[in-house]
């Protein structure tokens, strides 16, 4: 499956973006997905999934401020993200894994930077 993320930008402190991510074939009931980040210098780390059921999870460092929705018609996954601080600055990357295989794919990523 081919994911293509789109929706970051620069926010100032406090503000609010949602970031999109469309998959290229149908999703539901066959793919968790969700979304990782990677800050700058840092590695790669999970942000919030989401289970073809709707179940969700959710770093501890989002929980309360970061939603994930997806919308199996339009195979897409959604992050709304609340009360953004400078340290969610970072690069964006949607995810999907087939439960079938469990092999993963993800997406391009896209830059989310918080500052005044």
């Known amino acids: 499956v081919q994911l293509v993320e789109s929706g970051g930008g620069l926010v100032q402190p406090g503000g609010s973006l949602r970031l999109d991510c469309v998959a290229s074939e149908i999703i539901h009931g066959i793919y968790f997905m969700g979304w990782y980040r990677q800050p700058p210098g840092k590695q790669r780390e999970f942000v919030a999934k989401?289970?073809?059921?709707?179940?969700?999870n959710y770093a501890d460092s989002v929980s309360g401020r970061f939603i994930v929705r997806r919308d199996n018609d339009a195979s897409a996954i959604y992050l709304h993200m609340y009360s953004l601080k400078p340290e969610d600055t970072a690069v964006y990357y949607c995810y999907a894994e087939d439960f079938r295989d469990r092999s993963t794919s993800w997406g391009q990523g896209t830059q989310v930077t918080v500052e005044s």
């Open positions: 989401i289970t073809p059921h709707g179940v969700t």
